[in-house]
């Protein structure tokens, strides 16, 4: 089955930076990557996803990148902010398949 | 707008009770999930529905049971609670089969300790 393998576990930058978090999955017939992101006490809710047709996705302060031919996937954040604060989960899933996730990345925005 | 509603928050068992944790979205999602969520492994899929009356096996089924009677609600079955089980257990619906490019709704989750 799927195997989804992020980094880092946890990231501390400062406000205003940026921050990447980087997974990597095994089955090549994956084609759809959402990113998650957990606040405390709350359950994961859906920050953006990309398919396999499109390299890369930007909405705001949040972009993604995809390599399909690495088996690779990046969630970028610009401008850090407080609220960015949160438990952040990648995950990937092939047709007909259920989503597997990454092992989750916290993030801490330093003011 | 309730979304994913998931009873009871909190609970506490101990080893070999059973209970039902419980999962109703209003959404008229088709497609419906449980996941178990511990530290440092993401989160792993227990059973899950594409229908009323259609259920499956995920990674980690064992020791737990679901039924899917109507389109709303997904209870989750500990047969015989384990302290292996105590874990914090997130019930998430879609509106499409199980396809991708279905997102994903999660509830807020049931934190379940067993002693």
């Known amino acids: 089955g799927e195997n989804v393998e992020q980094h880092p576990s946890t990231l501390s930058v400062q406000e205003g930076d940026s921050a990447v978090i980087k997974c990597t999955y095994s089955?090549?017939?994956?084609?759809?990557f959402p990113w998650y992101k957990q606040e405390l006490g709350k359950g994961p809710q859906l920050i953006i996803d990309?398919?396999?047709?499109?390299g890369e996705k930007k909405d705001q302060r949040i972009a993604v990148t995809l390599n399909k031919t690495a088996k690779h996937f990046s969630l970028h954040i610009t401008e850090t902010q407080p609220e960015d604060s949160a438990v952040y989960f990648c995950?990937?899933?092939?047709?007909?398949?259920?989503?597997?996730f990454g092992g989750g990345t916290r993030v801490l925005v330093k003011p | 707008n309730a979304g994913v509603t998931q009873t009871p928050k909190f609970q506490v068992l101990k080893t070999g009770q059973s209970m039902t944790l419980q999962c109703a979205q209003d959404m008229n999602h088709e497609y419906m999930s449980w996941y178990r969520q511990d530290p440092g492994m993401g989160l792993r899929l227990i059973h899950y529905?594409?229908?009323?009356?259609?259920?499956d096996q995920g990674e980690v089924p064992n020791g737990y049971n679901v039924s899917r009677s109507t389109t709303e609600d997904f209870p989750l079955r500990l047969l015989s609670a384990a302290p292996s089980q105590t874990s914090v257990y997130f019930c998430?619906?879609?509106?499409?089969?199980?396809?991708?490019?279905?997102?994903?709704?999660f509830g807020n989750g049931t934190r379940l300790t067993v002693t």
């Open positions: 529905s594409v229908g009323a009356g259609i259920t």
């Open positions: 089955d090549s017939a994956s084609n759809y």
């Open positions: 990309i398919r396999s047709n499109v």
């Open positions: 998430a619906s879609s509106p499409a089969g199980t396809g991708p490019g279905s997102p994903l709704h």
């Open positions: 995950a990937a899933a092939a047709a007909g398949n259920k989503l597997t």
